[in-house]
């Protein structure tokens, strides 16, 4: 649990297959930026495959990744 604007809040973060099944799971405070989350998740996703992922997560050291 973490603390944001709209109080005491958690964010789930889930990277999942193309069948919509869960691969990687991260709870994060709700206060966490998306992008710190994804840097370590991203290792889940392997060459060649198509990440499709929320603006929130967009930066530039993440799309050179």
């Known amino acids: 649990m973490g ?6 809040t958690t964010k ?4 999942v ?9 991260k709870l994060m405070p709700g206060q966490a930026h998306d992008g710190k989350s994804a ?3 991203l290792g889940t996703v392997g060459k060649g495959q ?3 992922a929320d603006a929130a997560y967009d930066s530039d050291r993440l799309r050179e990744d």
């Not at 789930?12 to 990277?15: E, L, M, N, Q, Y």
């Not at 297959?17 to 799971?25: F, Q, S, V, Y």
């Open 12 to 15: 789930i973060h889930v990277v």
């Open 50 to 52: 198509t990440l499709i």
């Open 3 to 8: 603390r944001s604007r709209g109080g005491l």
């Open 17 to 25: 297959d193309a069948n919509g099944l869960p691969i990687t799971i």
């Open 39 to 41: 840097e370590d998740m």
